[in-house]
């Protein structure tokens, strides 16, 4: 049987970067344990949803994670993405 996890590659994507928006695709990577390939889609994927933008600073990316917008789902629509990582990024409720 397959192994799964409870949260997919795109919030695990977008928990490391909330924790550190300076990542680079390498690093989020090697965090996540998938490609660069993959994260470059998941990244792409979150920007053109509106979960993130980001910003070129010389050769480096910042990514700003808009904690406001809603969670992408029929279940949770109405949850907004900064609620459901408030829960998961410890420093992120002393922001909010």
Same mark, same amino acid.
């Given at each position: #049987? ?8 795109? $919030? ?16 989020? $990577? ?7 390939? $993959? ?43 900064? *609620?459901?990582? *408030?829960?998961?990024?410890? #420093? ?5």
């Amino acid at each position: #049987m397959a192994e799964w996890t409870f949260l997919t590659n795109h $919030a695990h994507v977008l928990l490391c970067i909330t924790e550190d928006p300076n990542s680079r695709l390498k690093d989020l $990577a090697e965090r996540v344990e998938i490609s660069e390939r $993959a994260v470059k889609r998941i990244v792409a994927d979150l920007e053109h949803t509106g979960y993130i933008s980001r910003k070129r600073f010389g050769r480096r990316n910042r990514y700003e994670v808009h904690l406001e917008q809603p969670i992408n789902s029929p279940v949770t629509h109405s949850l907004e993405i900064g *609620a459901l990582l *408030a829960l998961l990024v410890p #420093m992120l409720t002393s922001v909010m």
